[in-house]
């Protein structure tokens, strides 16, 4: 089997057009072509990307140690390895570019999920320290990420002392998001635990690189099957509760806007709020500020912030509680602070320019 019949797109849309998720999400390298091992990824074609979300240019294995995973107080952690390679951090609406180095050794990510939902945990501060025989080889910083391949996660690149054992020290502090429904109450206790894993030839085998030949087209690859670690994908639109307002692209983003009234809603009329996700492949889009306002007739009955939280059901959002929503009342969604998440190579260019969505309800 060839790799072009590997990289398929969605139903319906030509491959050639690469309108879509390409992929089929394994954990070794998705083509049977001949990847490279240990070999860092190739730059991409143009400068830090076209604009907007695109076909990366390459499709890495990653490794999953078998002792990488476990829990901690609320929190469930698995650890995974790849080769280190480019990415961007964004502070406010700056971004900035990290260079993989020569020195590195890995492009290591720690996943955070609550283990009875599979719900991910954005906002939860987790920080690395990487030990062998007790004593510390790398502290580097690991920051909130998103990747076509894992959906939200906390990655960097660090630096190793050769082949042998390690253990990956993952802390994470209390979730900044507000924990709502089952979650309230939870997630509130700094907790850590010891993630251990080997680096020797056994284990750069498995992270490979081959380049795409559609790299830099409009699209995105399919998120991987991490087996029992999820990778974020958003809860499907006629799933979350409540009736749904509307849905509209901003600077690529999809805003889901919802208006529930069971518990939700508490002792005010509606609970509104707006679940964000990328295009092509539905990641939970987190660590935005977004402000909203509700107005009836020539009346503002709402102007105000929505509140990052976390529901069970509804997964990562930004919500807030109003008075009521009626038939006709005009919502207008204000994106304060784009998504203050690192990007891999196909999101770096996209959710920058957010501006404003209205809805009529």
């Not at 990290?98 to 890995?106: A, L, N």
């Not at 690859?221 to 409540?242: F, H, N």
């Not at 990052?308 to 969604?333: C, M």
Request: glycine content about 12%.
């Amino acid at each position: 089997m060839q790799r072009r019949q590997l990289l398929r797109t969605l139903p319906g849309l030509a491959l050639a057009g690469a309108a879509g998720c390409l992929g089929d999400g394994g954990s070794e390298g998705d083509g049977t072509g001949t990847p490279t091992p240990t070999a860092s990824p190739t730059e991409t074609a143009v400068t830090d990307g076209p604009d907007g979300v695109y076909v990366q240019s390459y499709l890495e294995g990653m490794a999953m140690p078998e002792s990488g995973m476990s829990m901690g107080g609320d929190y469930s952690f698995g650890l995974m390895l790849a080769v280190p390679h480019n990415f961007w951090t964004v502070t406010g609406g700056d971004l900035s570019r990290h260079q993989r180095e020569d020195s590195q050794s890995v492009h290591l990510m720690v996943q955070v999920w609550d283990e009875e939902t599979g719900v991910v945990l954005p906002e939860s501060g987790v920080s690395v320290e990487i030990l062998q025989d007790g004593e510390t080889v790398s502290e580097e910083v690991i920051y909130p990420m998103l990747s076509q391949r894992m959906g939200f996660h906390y990655g960097g690149n660090f630096t190793l002392a050769g082949d042998g054992s390690y253990t990956a020290r993952v802390s994470a502090s209390p979730l900044s998001a507000e924990p709502m429904g089952s979650f309230a109450g939870r997630f509130d206790e700094p907790t850590t635990v010891d993630l251990g894993f080997e680096f020797n030839q056994a284990v750069r085998d498995q992270l490979t690189i081959e380049e795409l030949d559609q790299a830099g087209d409009p699209g995105a690859i399919r998120p991987m099957d991490m087996g029992m670690m999820p990778t974020g994908v958003a809860t499907s639109p006629g799933e979350l509760p409540g009736e749904t307002v509307g849905t509209q692209s901003v600077d690529e983003a999809e805003f889901v806007l919802k208006a529930a009234e069971n518990e939700l809603a508490g002792d005010a009329g509606a609970y509104l709020y707006v679940s964000a996700r990328t295009p092509h492949n539905d990641l939970v889009l987190p660590m935005m500020s977004m402000d909203a306002t509700v107005t009836r007739g020539s009346e503002d009955v709402y102007d105000g912030q929505l509140s990052r939280a976390i529901h069970p059901d509804i997964q990562y959002h930004y919500g807030t509680r109003v008075d009521s929503l009626e038939s006709g009342d005009e919502v207008e969604i204000t994106v304060v602070t784009p998504p203050q998440v690192g990007r891999h190579e196909g999101y770096e260019t996209a959710f920058l320019r957010m501006d404003r969505a209205s809805f009529t309800a």
